[in-house]
């Protein structure tokens, strides 16, 4: 029984490149949420989604951010033009239902912008 | 705003019992969970109360008090694995609000 997966789980990017996220979800979940932690703090919400939806993305910076949840494959959080402030562990969770108080977190990623 | 307070850091020996406190100021509460994370791991779940009152799991036991908008976790028979960070989390509607979180360090 397979956990939430991400990858990759460490990633590299200059200023200005792209960053792309997977997450796959526990099998049976249905329901996805992203989530960065900088150092030394606690995770923020950033987005929450199911399958072709997104359904609270209150936590996302308005520009160079976004996520998707397709029908097939994984999640995926793509960050655009990267910055260093963009330099974090990226958390992907899931859930079976909404309303869930259970999340189930993936083992993350780790994002360094040089 | 939204606010969770947690102590920054505790300290224990093995054997020892220690409770991590979490007061919260949400706009929206459906329940509390704790987060267990190692350093460079990622957030395991520990437990759950949307009611209130003292759910046990094993070592570990959790206790919410709606009225009070507080909980907190308690940790007994300590072991050095359960050096780690501890974290509570409102359920808000569909999200998880973290705490700053606790730092708990177990000493021999």
């Known amino acids: 029984n397979a956990g939430v997966m991400q990858n990759p789980r460490h990633l590299v990017r200059r200023r200005g490149q792209e960053a792309r996220l997977r997450c796959s979800p526990m099998?049976?979940?249905?329901?996805v949420y992203w989530y960065r932690q900088l150092p030394e703090e606690g995770l923020k919400f950033m987005v929450y989604?199911?399958?072709?939806?997104?359904?609270?993305e209150s936590g996302m910076p308005k520009e160079r951010f976004s996520a998707e949840f397709p029908k097939e494959g994984p999640s995926i959080l793509r960050i655009q033009q990267v910055v260093r402030g963009d330099s974090a562990a990226y958390f992907c969770?899931?859930?079976?239902?909404?309303?869930?108080?259970?999340?189930?977190f993936g083992p993350g990623t780790r994002l360094l912008v040089l | 705003g939204q606010s969770l307070e947690q102590p920054s850091e505790v300290t224990a020996v093995e054997g020892a019992i220690v409770q991590i406190n979490c007061t919260y100021q949400?706009?929206?509460?459906?329940?509390l969970s704790w987060y267990q994370q190692h350093d460079g791991g990622a957030p395991t779940f520990l437990s759950y109360n949307a009611l209130d009152g003292l759910e046990e799991t094993g070592r570990f036991s959790s206790f919410l008090s709606r009225s009070d908008s507080y909980g907190y976790l308690l940790l007994q028979e300590l072991q050095m694995k359960d050096s780690a960070s501890y974290f509570c989390?409102?359920?808000?509607?569909?999200?998880?609000?973290f705490g700053t979180g606790t730092r708990l360090q177990v000493f021999p």
């Open positions: 949400t706009s929206g509460f459906y329940g």
């Open positions: 989390a409102v359920k808000d509607t569909d999200k998880l609000i």
């Open positions: 989604l199911q399958k072709e939806n997104i359904i609270d």
């Open positions: 969770a899931s859930s079976p239902q909404d309303r869930s108080g259970t999340q189930y």
């Open positions: 099998k049976g979940h249905s329901h």
